[in-house]
Nanobody
């Protein structure tokens, strides 16, 4: 299993970014996907999730109405569109897939992509 995030960078408050997470090594269309974020000294925070078909999504209250998660199953990629970015959105963003193997839960993470919102 491999997850590779991209698309992070420096953006001014009110700006937009689109993050991508390219997946490989598993049947992407069978699994829900999540985006998390983390700032130094704090726990990793769930930002958004999407079911395997893309038919259902969920968001944390802090990003609802500003962020949109989507996926392209033929391209094995999940996206996070972030609009109206705020300084408090500054974090390293990770994608995650959770799998169950013989009753054991295993989480796979990408390496993360830094998002910095600053004037």
């Amino acid at each position: 299993v491999q997850l590779v995030e991209s698309g992070g960078g420096l953006v001014q408050p009110g700006g937009s970014l689109r993050l991508s997470c390219a997946a490989s090594g598993f049947t992407f269309s069978r699994y829900g996907m999540n985006w998390y974020r983390q700032v130094p000294g704090k726990e990793r925070e769930l930002v958004a999730g999407i079911t395997n078909t893309g038919g259902s999504t969920n968001y944390s209250d802090s990003v609802k109405g500003r962020f949109t998660i989507s996926r392209d199953n033929p391209k094995n990629t999940v996206y996070l569109r972030m609009n109206n970015l705020k300084p408090e959105d500054t974090a390293v963003y990770y994608c995650r897939v959770r799998m169950w193997t013989l009753g054991i839960v295993v989480d796979y993470w990408g390496q993360g992509t830094q998002v910095t919102v600053s004037a």
